[in-house]
C-alpha cells in the first residue's frame, strides 16, 4: 500500500520519524487541492490548487502508527486516491480553514517564505 504526505511526515521535517521504514517512491503535485497553515503543521482539502506532496510505501503497521497519529486529534480524515505510483492514502483536514493563512505555494517546506 501507499501514502501520499504533504507536510510534517515529509523527509526532513519533525514528524518523519514515522516514514523511517518506509519506501520512498517520489515527489507528486497533486491537484485539485489547497494548502492552509495551521502552525505546527498544515491542512490541505480538496480545492483550486496544486500541493507538493512524497508518496511511499508503506505497510499495514506503519499506516496503523499514522492512523493513531492522526486520529489523536480527530482533525483528519484518510481517503484513497490516484498518483502515478497507484493509489494512495492520503489525511485530508475535515474542518473549516477559515482565519487560517493559504500556503500558496502548495508546498509546506516553502511555508515561511510566503508572506501570511
Not at 516514514?19 to 494548502?35: I, R
Not at 483528519?76 to 475535515?94: C, F, H, M, N, V
Request: hydrophobic letters at 30%.
Amino acid at each position: 500500500m501507499r501514502i501520499i504526505v504533504y507536510g510534517s511526515l515529509r523527509r526532513k521535517q519533525g514528524n518523519s520519524h514515522w516514514m523511517t521504514n518506509a519506501q520512498w517512491l517520489g515527489e507528486h503535485e497533486l491537484e485539485g487541492y489547497q494548502l492552509y497553515n495551521l502552525g505546527h503543521y498544515p491542512a490541505a482539502i480538496p480545492g483550486e490548487g496544486t500541493v507538493h506532496c512524497e508518496v511511499y510505501r508503506i505497510n499495514s503497521s506503519i499506516l496503523a502508527e499514522l492512523d493513531e497519529l492522526k486520529s489523536n486529534t480527530k482533525d483528519y480524515k484518510r481517503e484513497l486516491i490516484r498518483t502515478p505510483y497507484g493509489s494512495a492514502w492520503i489525511y485530508l483536514y475535515r474542518h473549516s480553514v477559515d482565519g487560517f493563512p493559504r500556503i500558496e505555494s502548495g508546498d509546506w517546506l516553502k511555508r515561511l517564505d510566503e508572506k501570511q
